[in-house]
């Protein structure tokens, strides 16, 4: 049985501390202005890029700087959320990011990952997110985690019901129709989503 956690507001409260995760094979940290040429590598791809948000094109250095800015901004407005730097322990190359932001709506709090193209396949995207969703029930106490994918992104759709979330239909999102899929703590507590 997983250990009670206490409820929290959707947006956690300030001082809770830096985001510091560890799985078997990945270490997520928040992403610091030196992580431009790392990041570059992934939104600098129209393949990674496609199914972010409304669909986004690839992004240029200076765009990738001013988004580091902002994930960490609104890591320090909000501890424990935002996006995540996720590295190989082993050899501390970079294969994604993964972390929570409540939905464009604020309608809920979602999951959101990508990885590098030479990192598709491997199996990261799902122990991040695991690590990630985990971390959003125990440490904030979340009631509900969503994600939203294209409905043509067969892939994500897998990350999320591996990681125990259950598709939900579909809803609008990002100006468009995504497929959403949720879990609950309290069946993550109870470890009947797994």
Known sequence: MRRKTPHADPLPLRGRGSTILATPRLVLRPFAPGDVDELLTMDGDARVMRYIGTGLGPRTRDEVAAS??????????????????????????????????????????????????????????????????????????????????????????????????????????????MRVFAAERVAFEAGTDR
């Open 68 to 177: 580091i800015g902002r994930v960490m901004d609104f890591a320090a407005r909000h501890p424990g959320m935002s996006l995540l730097h996720a590295s190989a322990r082993d050899t501390g190359r970079f294969v994604g990011g993964c972390g929570l932001f409540p939905l464009p709506d604020d309608s809920a709090i979602e999951i959101a990952y990508r990885l590098p193209h030479d990192c598709w396949g491997q199996g990261y995207a799902t122990e991040m997110a695991q690590a990630v969703m985990a971390h959003g029930f125990d440490t904030l106490g979340l009631a509900r985690i969503v994600g939203v994918t294209y409905p043509e992104n067969e892939p994500s759709q897998r990350v999320l019901l591996k990681i125990g979330m259950r598709a939900e239909g579909e809803a609008v999102h990002y100006g468009r129709t």
